[in-house]
């Protein structure tokens, strides 16, 4: 049983993200997406939104099953047998920062990474310029999946609690 998982903080996830997820299932038995509840307090979606939206964007996938964790990555991949981190590689600039949390992950927990090359469809896409888009107005509906556009604009649309 090849299992693996797909981290990351997802406020909110992307096409970006699900072409990774889909990627990764396709060659996986089993595919845990870990929503990372570290510093997620200070995001736009609180962990349950992120955790449910990406329960919906990957219904379709009977393969993938969204979980959280806080604390270390590889204690989470230690207690669940996973044998691999799998994460989206942009462009240089994410790759030194990848390359460290790769080789620390290692050296903690002998937990592999494996890079898979982003789709040049999406390699210019994160999270936080979705979220700048979509509160001036612009048009996100092909930058991610129907739930996320959905919550963002539900989102954006309530009266700011703070
Ligand atoms: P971000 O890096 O956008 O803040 P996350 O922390 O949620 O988002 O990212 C989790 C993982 O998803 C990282 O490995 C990141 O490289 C990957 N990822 C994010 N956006 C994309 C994308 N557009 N294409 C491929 N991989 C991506």
Redesign the pocket.
């Known amino acids: 049983m090849r299992r693996v998982v797909?981290?990351?903080?997802?406020?909110p996830?992307?096409?970006?993200?699900l072409?990774?997820i889909r990627r990764a299932a396709l060659l996986h038995d089993e595919v845990i997406v870990v929503?990372?509840a570290n510093l997620a307090k200070h995001g736009m979606f609180t962990v349950e939104e992120r955790v449910s939206m990406l329960q919906e964007m990957t219904a379709d996938l009977p393969n993938v099953s969204v979980e959280t964790f806080r604390g270390l990555l590889v204690e989470f991949c230690r207690s669940r047998g996973v044998s691999a981190i799998?994460?989206?590689?942009?462009a240089v600039s994410?790759f030194e920062y990848?390359m460290e949390m790769a080789q620390m992950n290692y050296r903690l927990a002998q937990v592999e990474t494996l890079?898979?090359?982003?789709?040049p469809l999406?390699?210019?896409?994160?999270?936080?310029?979705v979220r700048e888009i979509a509160t001036y107005g612009g048009d996100i509906s092909s930058l991610v999946p129907g739930p996320v556009e959905r919550c963002l604009r539900a989102k954006l649309a309530a009266p700011n609690p703070g």
């Open positions: 797909c981290p990351g903080s997802f406020d996830a992307t096409n970006g993200h072409d990774i929503v990372g799998v994460k989206g590689l942009r994410d990848e890079f898979l090359t982003a789709n999406y390699s210019f896409l994160r999270s936080s310029l």
